[in-house]
């Protein structure tokens, strides 16, 4: 009786969260979404340090599966425990965390309700590494609702021959994860043999690459920061003709976000390879002016000393919470 007592008193001591100006914003952006998602994107914006700006630096991990073990951990050996990285999330304040199955069902239990969590339901290995990439589907939504997650994560490879395998499954889970009130999370990463290296990253590729998964459903997307290479003649002709500014990282975030239905669809940014200090801070900088949304950082947070990575990740939330010039 006691222990109804002390959750009765802590309801009436707590007033109800309420959303923040940002966040209503945001979610009336997603317009035919039921409350149920549009409550789990709220939850993921009022999570952590960055709770209700409309920001949000995300943790993932799902580079072990991606390019293997000790390629991922080995630099920090504390990284080869699935609970680190929970632990890691939540000391530095991020707004969620992300993963493949055997990751998040290692340690959720011990932090459920913590922190919110992002299923990863397809990977793709570098055992057998293709030009055209298909990633295998390794969860469900049914996984994610078990585990308590809030969304699902899905990567597709634009410029892939496999890319319409890839846009049906993800079609086929949104539909699922929606209908039982998940988010969907799509990494949308242009990749494939008729693409050159330097149209990976291309301005014209990654703001595509953005509007693809907008258009498959996505409520968050994920790509990588683009260059100022054009690859698609075409699109060459397009950005001469109309003088779209690409000549600044930060206007090229603001195209990309532009791509995603007039910024109308959250962009975060990939963190990539570990890199100096100072360049993934200028990095972010960038996004913030150009209007991103943030950041989802992997190996530039994980690969360090956990001092270190709380240290890095509170100055990038310093940088996107205007803190920090």
């Not at 960055?50 to 050996?77: C, M, W, Y």
């Not at 309700?113 to 793709?124: M, Q, R, S």
């Not at 698609?232 to 990282?249: F, H, R, S």
């Amino acid at each position: 009786m006691a222990v109804v007592e002390t959750v009765k008193t802590a309801f009436r001591e707590s007033p109800p969260a309420r959303n923040s100006e940002h966040v209503r914003v945001i979610l009336s952006w997603y317009e035919s979404d039921s409350p149920g998602t549009k409550t789990n994107i709220a939850r993921l914006l009022n999570h952590g340090r960055l709770a209700g700006t409309g920001k949000l630096v995300i943790l993932p991990v799902d580079q072990g599966f991606e390019h293997g073990p000790a390629r991922s951990f080995a630099v920090n050996p504390g990284g080869y425990d699935p609970n680190y990285h929970f632990e890691l999330a939540l000391e530095a304040g991020c707004n969620a965390y992300a993963a493949p199955l055997g990751f998040l069902e290692a340690a959720a239990s011990r932090h459920a309700g913590e922190i919110p969590l992002i299923l990863k339901l397809n990977n793709h290995d570098v055992l057998h590494d293709e030009k055209d990439p298909l990633s295998a589907v390794t969860g469900s939504v049914k996984d994610a609702l078990r585990l308590g997650c809030v969304a699902i994560g899905f990567t597709i490879y634009p410029g892939s021959s496999e890319a319409r395998t890839m846009y049906e499954e993800l079609r086929a889970l949104a539909e699922e994860a929606k209908a039982n009130g998940l988010a969907v999370v799509v990494w949308s990463y242009p990749r494939g043999s008729s693409l050159s290296k330097a149209g990976e990253t291309g301005i014209d590729v990654v703001a595509y690459a953005a509007h693809i998964a907008a258009q498959l459903g996505a409520h968050i997307i994920k790509v990588k920061l683009p260059s100022d290479h054009i690859e698609q003649p075409e699109a060459q002709k397009a950005y001469t003709a109309a003088n779209v500014p690409i000549g600044t990282l930060a206007d090229r975030v603001r195209h990309v976000v532009q791509s995603a239905f007039n910024g109308r669809r959250i962009v975060i940014f990939s963190g990539g390879a570990k890199a100096a200090d100072e360049t993934v801070f200028e990095e972010a900088r960038a996004i913030r002016d150009g209007g991103g949304f943030g950041s989802i950082i992997g190996r530039n947070s994980f690969q360090r000393p956990k001092d270190q990575a709380l240290k890095f990740l509170g100055t990038i939330m310093g940088i996107y919470a205007g803190e920090l010039k």
